[in-house]
DNA sequence: GACTTTTTCCGAATATTTTTCGATTTTATT
DNA sequence: AATAAAATCGAAAAATATTCGGAAAAAGTC
């Protein structure tokens, strides 16, 4: 019984590491889009439009916008712009994915096989603030108006964002076989719970730049939610 | 000494019941608006106009939704809808309003000056969940349209919505002094995890219709969170 | 009840923005 | 250099939001 389960945890440990991996190369992969145009001057175009409404998008929201804006801030026509994207809406829709897939790149990077998935968890929640931080303007984008809206649904999009809970319920699957987190509890319900509360926090900053430091507040609200669910885990 | 004890909670019970029944009925008159039409047929209209509004925006979502069809659905001319409201967005910041302004009511309703703020923290998360199951479409705009808005903050509506949060930072202080929230804990973090927590339930019902059973989420959901804070409390 | 005033409503015109199309220019290929 | 493919643009069309002037309906006045 001894010996069983001292190889047990082992061999299952590296299980749960191999399907973390391929987890986290799936989610790279289907987040990363390479371009599919054939000449660099037009590989460069799709930028320059892609920089420009990230910028128009994060200033006026989507539906304030206008293509003729995005389209003179990237230097082209407007009809120019209309052969990359075939409307506002897609190309609203697209912005997330270029940053998405850097996210999920350098949450891997961040990440060791060693960490267990509590570490993890505690890396990508604060992650998450951090990032929001840095690209106010994409965060404002992602957090305020492509990730609420309806139809999100019709796009690509969608497998993209539910990559990012999908990372969350793995690492709740894998903190119940650590025993931090309740066997009895329901995982979408505790990944709700700590999304929505992580979330919350970076709207509320979007919003009113409160709390002032989104860094140090993204990572007390990571430890205070770890740190709930660990009590919750130790009750009998 | 024991006197005292037993004077000081209840004074400083009744204060409380003030602030909070003043808090109650300030947010509710804040969301209320009376119609400023002079004729019945005129209220009418308006009435008509909100509804169809409702029904459009909720299905299209604002930013395709037509203006044409709204007044179509409503059964008068488009001029006639610009008569009302000044423009598209004024329109679907309006409608907010008219739900908010129930629900709270129904709030007050539904506590008495005895419970405990646990208590009615409790049934204020239960009929949050509860309040967007039965007005879907009402929730998809408030939820997924215009609560994350950059552009809220530009309307009357921004205090409405602070309200609904305000009064869950309220019952935070009064947890606090039951002693079931850790009084060196920050409040607005601890609102920011309810509330997430909470929204991010009704978020996803309202994407993807799962839960099945928000009602039934809601509660427990609520409940779990009011419990961890409770586990949080009882550490030393 | 006829007259006046106010309120509400609508059709037609205007303004704004998105989207399409055909022609032209630039780049890659042979 | 000739040809084909790819990318760009200006001008026109289509879709939608918004304004305006006057007609219809209701309310007020005598």
């Not at 390479?34 to 320059?48: A, F, L, N, V």
């Not at 439009?49 to 206008?66: E, H, P, Q, T």
């Not at 075939?86 to 096989?113: N, Q, V």
């Not at 409160?210 to 660990?230: H, Q, W």
């Amino acid at each position: 019984m001894a010996s069983e389960a001292s190889i047990e945890p082992v061999s299952s440990k590296t299980a749960e590491a191999t399907d973390w991996d391929r987890l986290i190369e799936d989610v790279i992969v289907r987040s990363t889009r390479e371009s599919e145009r054939k000449q660099d001057r037009s590989r460069r175009t799709e930028k320059q439009i892609l920089n420009a409404a990230l910028r128009v998008f994060g200033r006026d929201g989507i539906s304030r916008a206008r293509i003729a804006d995005i389209a003179a801030e990237a230097g082209i026509s407007t009809s120019t712009l209309y052969e990359y994207y075939a409307s506002k809406e897609d190309l609203a829709y697209e912005i997330p994915m270029t940053h998405l897939s850097e996210f999920f790149a350098s949450f891997r990077d961040a990440t060791t096989a060693e960490m267990t998935a509590r570490e993890k968890m505690l890396v990508y929640l604060t992650m998450s603030a951090d990032y929001a931080r840095e690209h106010s303007e994409w965060a404002r984008l992602l957090y305020l108006e492509i990730w609420p809206s309806v139809f999100v649904g019709e796009t690509g999009l969608q497998a993209n964002i539910d990559d990012f809970t999908r990372i969350i319920r793995h690492l709740v699957e894998q903190g119940m076989e650590e025993g931090w987190i309740r066997r009895d509890t329901n995982k979408y319900e505790t990944a709700a719970l700590i999304v929505g509360s992580v979330n919350q926090t970076i709207i509320t900053w979007l919003l009113y730049r409160k709390p002032k430091n989104l860094t140090k507040a993204g990572v007390e609200m990571a430890e205070r939610i770890i740190r709930m669910l660990e009590l919750e885990a130790a009750q009998t």
